[in-house]
């Protein structure tokens, strides 16, 4: 099946940084979704992406859908110690008639104040 | 706060008992998926309802889990007899249609002892 590679695993950063953070498949994604996950909840929808080359933006938040519908990265500016938590993303491919969501590992980011 | 909504949110059970896990989806949404998730991963799709029907639950291990959306609103998940391995967060999700971002409760802690 599909499977979605979230690079990198963890990221230790100083408040005020801009992050980057990607995830990259073998296969054809027709929708990429990103989360964040907080300790103890349930992962929250940041960005919906539907067409190749988009660009959306949240706030201090911006993801890109990959022109060849394989890739998506997410960009975190001026990171605040509420940004700490884990990443993920996640898409829909083709292959299924209902949409069965792939999800990513996770980034794990952690900001110093 | 999640607008997906979910009950329990911890439950802590020995092994070889029965243990039901709850959720209301987002008012309107037809499409409920229930996820498990072990820390540190991704979430896995348990099953995913259309409305009252199952339209996936290939990944449910059926001789000890089941679940139902009788009138095609909330839904039930179900163990029984829970093992120790079962010990994962357990989220709900619904979304308005196949294909459509998925808006995730907080979870139900699950620990077996």
């Known amino acids: 099946g599909q499977q979605l590679n979230q690079s990198p695993q963890s990221m230790f950063i100083q408040e005020g940084e801009d992050v980057s953070m990607n995830c990259t498949s073998s296969?054809?994604?027709?929708?990429w979704l990103w989360y964040k996950q907080d300790p103890g909840e349930g992962p929250v929808l940041l960005i919906a992406l539907y067409k190749a080359g988009e660009l959306t933006s949240n706030g201090r938040l911006t993801a890109q859908f990959g022109i060849t519908r394989k890739d998506s990265f997410l960009n975190i500016s001026a990171s605040i110690p509420s940004d700490v938590g884990i990443y993920f993303c996640a898409g829909y491919a083709g292959g299924t008639s209902y949409g069965k969501l792939t999800f990513g590992q996770g980034t794990i980011l952690t900001v110093h104040p | 706060e999640a607008e997906v909504a979910q009950s329990p949110r911890y439950k802590i059970t020995e092994k070889s008992q029965a243990v039901a896990f709850w959720c209301d989806p987002i008012?309107?949404?037809?499409?409920l998926y229930w996820y498990r998730q072990i820390l540190g991963q991704g979430p896995e799709l348990l099953v995913q309802f259309q409305d009252e029907s199952v339209v996936d639950d290939s990944q449910l291990p059926k001789d000890r889990f089941s679940a139902e959306r009788l009138k095609g609103v909330d839904s039930t998940l179900k163990i029984q007899p829970a093992e120790l391995g079962d010990s994962a967060m357990y989220l709900c999700?619904?979304?308005?249609?196949?294909?459509?971002?998925?808006?995730f409760g907080d979870g139900t802690r699950l620990s077996i002892l």
């Open positions: 999700a619904s979304s308005s249609g196949f294909f459509r971002p998925q808006h």
């Open positions: 008012s309107g949404h037809a499409t």
């Open positions: 296969s054809i994604f027709n929708t």
